[in-house]
Every structure is written in structure tokens, then in C-alpha cells.
């Protein structure tokens, strides 16, 4: 079995640079990640620009060039790559954690699986939870939602050329989408329960989809929610009653949310009211010692609480505490 001073499972933004403080700090650290480093960001539509600068996105005080004033999914993915070269991190990917097992000194055994379907056991004396969100979409629970024409994931415009969608949702990524599906000629229906559309949409590209919606190429139907998906057609409910629209393919951008099994399970604790974990946010660490927290799985239900500008210096806090337990635990 394996011994590690901290093991961090997931290689987000946020694990890496959980990863590269404590390593900083001299503590021996692992990172298990399910996918590829940074999954998260892989996932997101192919040509998507992100709303902060490249500044705010770096971590282990590795300069993030860019072209551009605000970085693209492409540039972050080299960016990411290349930091944890850098770093030289040890990154078990395509091995998912199964179990965190507190143990009675104090110390924890982490079960993985790896692609392979191998079992593989660590010990480790700190845990950092910071898994994504992407893996666990928002599900509309409607007839229909289980056709393969819907999709909770948008990467790209091609599929859909010349297509009938309908996009469910009204934030950035429902608006993203909206545009690029224009380009390839795709008559676009979206479909928000609000009765207007985020107010957090990038200012650069509000005023595109409103002249897109102005123009007639994109058809809004707000204050409204989808009730049924047949095979070339949807049924949305709105303000003047149910309607039936022609339709191919729907795209449901409803949103993720995170997975906390792994946290429950070792005993951590939630919050009543936002199904929020139980931490100390000087320290990150939860009511497990030793369980710590770091990126979007510390936030509640809303996963935009926490985003990768702020998630990304949970890092520090994670590795002064740890490097101060096992200091103290040296001194005893």
C-alpha cells in the first residue's frame, strides 16, 4: 500500500493547485483523477471563451500568455498541461475513487479502481476532495428525456447543421450555443423558465444574441419549460398555454451539479438548507480532520458559486493547515 502525506482526488485547476501547494510545503502528495487532467474544462463547447482573464486563472504562479483578452477552452487546456509538467505532479489518471475510509489514527485508506477494472489501496494522512460537477447534469425529469437525441453536453455546432433544436436553458452556455448553432444554420427554439434571461451573460456576447433573437434567427420562449420530447417534436408549456413544436435534437443546458458521495460517506457532514458541506473556510478542512474540500464541490447547490478565480486558492489554505498538523504531529 501506498503512504502519502496528502492525497487529492481530482485534477482540476483546483486539485493541481492543492497539489502544488502542499508540494511546496515538502508534503508528499498523489492526485486520482476518473478522466484526464482538467476533464472539466475539456468538456466545455470546443471553441468556448472563458469570462475571466487569463491572470485570474493561473495557478503555481505559472505566467497564462494569451492573445487574447479573455482565454479560450484550447489555450486553458495547454495552460493546465503545461503547469503540471511543470510541477512534475503525480497524477494517477483514469482511476477512480471508490471509497474514503477514515482510520483510527487518523490517517485514511483511499479506494481506487483503475481503468482496467484493478482495485488499488493508498494510505494517506490528509484527504482533498475536489471533484467536478460535469459528471452529474441537472436532468430535466420529463417522457422523453432519455432519446438520443438530447444531449446535457454541447461541444460543437457541425451535428447540428441545418437541424431543429431546442436549447432548455438561459445562461452562458444555452446563449453559446444559440450562436454558434447560427452559424451552421440550425433553426433554434430556447426554452427558459424565467421570464427574462440571465443577467450573468459575458456583456460581450448579450448584445449579439439579442440581435440574433431580434433578427428572428433564434426563437425565445420565455417563462416557459418543456413538458414532453417526442421523436420530431417538443412539447413546451408558456405563458398562453402547451404548444407543439417541430423539433430534432434538444439540448439541455440545465446545468450539473456536484457529487458528494465520497464526502457522506467518510462522514462528512451537509448543511440543511443548500445541501452545502460543512467546512471551515479559513482551512477548508470539514468535520473530518483531515477531510478536506477544495473547488466546486465546497459550494452548495448552485455550482457558479464557486468558480476556478476563487476555488483555485482554496490550495493554500489546504496545504498550511496540513503542513502545520504534521509539524505539530513531528514536535509530539
Not at 483546483?14 to 484526464?36: D, P, T, Y
Not at 475571466?52 to 493546465?80: C, M, Q, W
Not at 398562453?240 to 423539433?247: D, K, S, V, Y
Request: hydrophobic content about 40%.
Amino acid at each position: 500500500m501506498t503512504r502519502e502525506d496528502v492525497l487529492i482526488i481530482g485534477a482540476g485547476p483546483c486539485g493541481l493547485s492543492a497539489a502544488i501547494e502542499c508540494g511546496r510545503r515538502g508534503l508528499s502528495v498523489r492526485i486520482i483523477e476518473k478522466h484526464n487532467v482538467v476533464h472539466s474544462i475539456y468538456l466545455y463547447p470546443t471553441n468556448m471563451q472563458f469570462f475571466s482573464t487569463a491572470e485570474l486563472l493561473e495557478i503555481g504562479d505559472v505566467p497564462f500568455t494569451s492573445p487574447n483578452e479573455k482565454p479560450f477552452r484550447h489555450e486553458a487546456l495547454a495552460y493546465y498541461r503545461k503547469v503540471a509538467d511543470r510541477y512534475n505532479l503525480r497524477i494517477s489518471s483514469y482511476e477512480e475513487a471508490l471509497a474514503v475510509k477514515p482510520q483510527e489514527d487518523g490517517s485514511f485508506i483511499v479506494e481506487t479502481q483503475d481503468r482496467a477494472g484493478h482495485t488499488h489501496q493508498y494510505e494517506a494522512g490528509s484527504v482533498v476532495i475536489s471533484t467536478g460537477y460535469f459528471d452529474h447534469p441537472n436532468e430535466l425529469g420529463i417522457p422523453g428525456e432519455e432519446k438520443e437525441k438530447v444531449t446535457h453536453y454541447f461541444r460543437e455546432a457541425h451535428p447540428y447543421a441545418g437541424m431543429r433544436v431546442a436549447i432548455v436553458g438561459g445562461s452562458n452556455s444555452a446563449v453559446d450555443a444559440a450562436l454558434e448553432l447560427i452559424r451552421v444554420g440550425a433553426k433554434i427554439d430556447m426554452i427558459y423558465r424565467r421570464t427574462e434571461i440571465s443577467q450573468h451573460i459575458k456583456p460581450w456576447v448579450r448584445p449579439l444574441f439579442e440581435g440574433m433573437v431580434a433578427k428572428g434567427k433564434i426563437t425565445l420562449h420565455l417563462g416557459s419549460k418543456l413538458n414532453e420530447i417526442g421523436e420530431d417534436y417538443v412539447v413546451v408549456q408558456g405563458p398562453e398555454g402547451e404548444m407543439q413544436i417541430p423539433n430534432d435534437f434538444v439540448l439541455a443546458m440545465t446545468g450539473f451539479r456536484p457529487d458528494r458521495k465520497l464526502l457522506t460517506e467518510a462522514g462528512a457532514q451537509m448543511s440543511d438548507d443548500l445541501d452545502k458541506p460543512v467546512f471551515d473556510p479559513e482551512t477548508m478542512e470539514t468535520g473530518v480532520p483531515g477531510l478536506y474540500v477544495a473547488g466546486v464541490i465546497a459550494s452548495g447547490r448552485n455550482a457558479n458559486e464557486v468558480f476556478i478565480e476563487s476555488g483555485r486558492l482554496h490550495g493554500g489554505l489546504i496545504a498550511e493547515h496540513i503542513a502545520k498538523r504534521v509539524d505539530l504531529g513531528k514536535t509530539l
